[in-house]
């Protein structure tokens, strides 16, 4: 049985906000600490106590939960003077639910490691609305104990939680995911535009289509079209959903471990590539479906 009772949790912006609040659900004893005084009213509203520092967080708490936005600020929270190594109780388990590069990753939880704490790389699966629903996907990276330390602490916002490997495992199982599904997109938004330039009925294609060897997820669960697939973004304007700004960080990230560790993933950085294009005409906001706008050359018109 569990004997975590007291968390620590850092980073309390769009999603570490709603995943804090459903761990005060689940029973825990929560201190809150970000930098925004705004995100710290909000977390007191939700049921956390606050700090006013990383030391003053994490003192004395069985387990710490981090939610930042990327690895300089996961590395400075940790390693810092006054950050989560030099303040907290000896033993104490460590969950980095960012989206780092894996390096950072392995880096910090080597470090952790070395000085006696459990840690695990806990990046999620799942925006806004399944932070706030409890239901995100962990995909954990770290040893067999470290794993099952974490479960009941990521458990009460969690709909899965999914060992990858040893450290640094679950940021490369999201980054290469995140990878796989942005050149998907982007496939299936140019297959769609062809469709149309050739004459074809969307809503055909995609019967067709679906049902043969161009089946993917980003045709049939959120396809780029609208119409085919009511829930997808598509329907509703492109609003995200899970936006293109995020799918450019996921990319570049990718982009950064194919180069630390010399593999060739041209489609990859192809997809980065058409992603921060989209960006720089002002896409960044609109859920990462919307690309199809840009392929299809009606970004900007009225
Ligand atoms: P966000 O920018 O809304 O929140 C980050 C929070 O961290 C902010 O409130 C900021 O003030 C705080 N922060 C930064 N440095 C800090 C420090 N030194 N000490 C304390 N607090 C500090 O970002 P978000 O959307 O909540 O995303 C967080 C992470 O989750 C990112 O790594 C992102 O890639 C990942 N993610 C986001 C989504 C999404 O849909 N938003 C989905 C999956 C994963």
């Known amino acids: 049985m569990s004997t975590i009772k007291t968390i620590a949790f850092i980073g309390l912006g769009n999603m570490g906000g709603p995943m804090a609040a459903n761990l005060v659900k689940g029973g825990f004893d929560v201190m809150a600490f970000d930098l925004s ?14 700090a006013q520092s990383v030391a003053e967080a994490v003192t004395d708490k069985d387990a710490v939960v981090t939610m930042l936005p990327a690895g300089k600020h996961v590395r400075a929270v940790y390693g810092g ?19 780092i590069d894996v390096q950072s990753a392995r ?28 239901t995100l996907a962990f995909m954990v990276g770290g040893t067999d104990g470290a794993f099952e330390a974490a479960m009941p602490v990521l458990d009460p916002m969690a709909k899965a939680v999914l060992h ?36 074809l009925d969307p809503q055909r ?5 679906s049902k043969a060897s161009g089946q993917n997820w980003s045709m049939t669960s959120y396809c780029p ?11 509703n304007d492109y609003k995200p959903g899970f936006s293109a700004a995020m799918m450019l960080k996921d990319l570049r990230l990718a982009q950064d471990a194919a180069q630390t560790s010399g593999t060739s993933t041209p489609l990859g950085a192809e997809a980065q590539a058409l992603y921060a294009m989209f960006d720089n005409l ?6 990462f479906s919307g690309i199809i706008q840009m392929l299809s050359g009606e970004m900007g018109k009225d």
């Open 37 to 50: 005084q705004d995100a710290l009213a909000l977390a007191k509203k939700n049921g956390c106590s606050t």
């Open 81 to 99: 003077a006054d950050g989560v190594f030099a303040s907290a109780k000896a033993g104490a388990l460590f969950c980095d639910c960012s989206t």
């Open 107 to 134: 880096d910090v939880a080597t470090e952790a490691k070395k000085l006696g704490f459990t840690m695990v790389d806990s990046p999620v699966s799942g925006g806004v609305v399944a932070a706030e629903a409890g």
């Open 164 to 199: 990858a490997g040893g450290d640094g495992a679950g940021q490369a199982v999201k980054i290469c995911n995140n990878m796989l599904l942005g050149i998907t997109m982007i496939g299936t938004a140019e297959a769609f535009v062809l469709a149309k330039k050739l004459g």
């Open 205 to 209: 294609f995609f019967d067709i289509s």
């Open 225 to 235: 079209e609208p119409g085919p697939v009511p829930t997808s973004p598509a329907n």
């Open 282 to 287: 002002g896409g960044g906001n609109t859920d």
